[in-house]
């Protein structure tokens, strides 16, 4: 599905506050088909919660969140978890499942909500995991697996399955550097295929060898959403 | 116009009734007791409301269960994976369970009765005692008791650990239905569990009282004579209610048991959350037998 106007767009999003714990402040944000934003948030928490403003997982008070053209709260149950697979998201913590294999974890989301072939899947899964370091795709259980493994395998997930959009929280700490220019490498081929990326980043260091290809650079305090002038 | 010390609407007059009438004493005294009766009437409710929710729940998360799982796009590839995964965790999990409390009820109930009852010159009575005791009343009980313990605690746990961790929301946050992935397929697999187990434990109860009662001289027709006098005595609500009375306790045990994990709230720990999960799922087995047992 292709979408002509803005990929997200946040139009004074006024998050509930007693329901999500983001500052009652409202939010503006708009992101075309291939436009990368960094965001600068030195409280990983408060961008994890962003991330959720973002693809509709906090309540509003006011405002709205529209992903590709459609409000998050307009959708129903089926038609927002069905929106929300067309969203690849590299989270910090609190994602990983333990009942299957890590593989199983990666490849979840493209076996439940599309109809490839598993084989497919399977094999997109893969190329991604060996782009990113792995020998193939580790099976034991996410819990056995150390930091770094499990940041290789958290961007694996987030760009398996050609996302339109990407919420990019910062998993640099542990993400080794040999996996940082495959990072910059599955952004730039995501872009290239239209997706918007919102990067999330707790210090400038972090993208700064990308920082001519960033369209906006904003910084997320309490108080708001900024939009800041170089980096 | 009014002056400013006119009432608001819905708002009561300083001395009297809400529309700015002059009250009487007896008005003002079923007032008074009104605002007295309010809160211990609130704390029934808030009692009442908290006792009846997980009812509640779980009728409205059965029907869910029913619904979702007739519509053809809710069988993906993930939701059929965890069936499959649930169902031989479930089924060969509780497996050797079943063949050893079916063992000693067969050894215990089947041949005590086949033994009193010859005794007694009513062994023609065998075949119908044993249906209605042991297949029909014992075996979905301890079937049900076999689930909970083996199954049932392992899905509550697993659920209510990813619930606490944060992994549902997560799950939720890439647009997999929890209830769809999780609760729906374990409770179809608790479903056909049950009934497998139950049919397993009825013919394996049924067949080493028989081998006892057998090798003691007490019984001495073939074993296809006394399987052929058990199913003679059931009548046609036994061939309907036994299966059903499998089926609904593993249909609940599993529902029970998910549903207790997935609405876990952040003050729950593994010490709070296994025996409440227990509790429930005892009540629940015994709750489907007594409702059968009054029906027919």
């Known amino acids: 599905m292709a979408t002509s106007g803005p990929m997200l767009e946040l139009r004074a999003a006024l998050p509930s506050f007693d329901e999500s714990g983001l500052a009652p402040v409202p939010f503006d944000l708009r992101l075309m088909p291939g436009d990368c934003a960094v965001v600068e948030c030195r409280d990983p928490h408060r961008a994890t919660l962003f991330a959720d403003l973002c693809c509709g997982m906090v309540p509003l008070a006011a405002g709205s969140v529209r992903f590709m053209g459609l409000d998050w709260q307009d959708l129903g149950d089926r038609q927002l978890n069905a929106l929300r697979g067309r969203i690849g998201r590299l989270a910090r913590q609190g994602t990983w499942v333990d009942l299957f294999g890590t593989h199983l974890n990666i490849m979840l989301p493209q076996l439940h909500h599309t109809t490839r072939p598993t084989d497919e899947v399977i094999d997109a899964a893969m190329t991604l995991g060996q782009a990113f370091g792995f020998p193939g795709l580790p099976v034991s259980v996410p819990g056995r697996l150390s930091a770094a493994d499990l940041a290789r395998a958290a961007c694996v997930r987030a760009f398996l399955g050609r996302p339109d959009l990407l919420l990019l929280e910062d998993v640099s700490d542990a993400l080794p550097a040999d996996a940082m220019l495959p990072f910059l490498e599955a952004v730039t081929a995501a872009r290239d295929r239209g997706a918007a990326v919102l990067w999330f980043a707790r210090k400038a260091s972090i993208w700064y060898e990308y920082r001519k290809a960033v369209n906006v650079h904003l910084r997320l305090l309490d108080e708001g959403l900024f939009v800041m002038r170089g980096v | ?296």
């Open chain 2, 1 to 296: 116009m009014t002056d400013g010390a006119a009432t608001q609407p819905g708002q009561d007059a300083p001395d009297g009734a809400p529309d700015g009438t002059p009250c009487g004493p007896i008005r003002r005294r079923v007032l008074a007791w009104r605002a007295r009766a309010r809160p211990p009437l609130a704390w029934i409710g808030r009692i009442t409301r908290h006792q009846v929710r997980f009812a509640l729940v779980l009728i409205g998360a059965g029907w869910g269960v029913l619904r979702e799982s007739l519509r053809p796009n809710s069988w993906r590839r993930t939701v059929r994976y965890e069936f499959r995964l649930s169902l031989r965790q479930v089924v060969a999990g509780g497996f050797l369970s079943t063949v050893f409390t079916a063992t000693l009820a067969g050894l215990t109930v089947v041949s005590q009765a086949a033994y009193w009852l010859g005794f007694a010159g009513m062994a023609q009575m065998t075949g119908s005692i044993l249906v209605s005791l042991l297949v029909r009343e014992i075996a979905p009980v301890l079937v049900g008791i076999i689930l909970l313990g083996r199954s049932g605690m392992l899905s509550l746990t697993e659920i209510g650990l990813l619930t606490l961790g944060g992994q549902v929301r997560a799950m939720q946050a890439q647009g997999i239905d929890p209830f769809l992935v999780l609760v729906m397929p374990r409770t179809f697999a608790f479903t056909v569990g049950g009934f497998t187990l139950g049919i397993i434990f009825a013919v394996i109860s049924l067949l080493m009282g028989f081998i006892v009662t057998h090798a003691t001289g007490v019984m001495n027709m073939s074993v296809w004579t006394f399987f052929s006098d058990v199913v003679t005595a059931m009548s046609a609500w036994d061939f309907l209610v036994i299966p059903l009375k499998f089926i609904l306790v593993g249909f609940f045990v599993g529902l029970g048991s998910c549903m207790t994990g997935l609405l876990v709230s952040q003050d729950d720990t593994v010490a709070t959350l296994m025996p409440r999960g227990f509790a429930r799922g005892i009540v629940l087995v015994m709750i489907v037998n007594i409702l059968f047992s009054l029906e027919f």
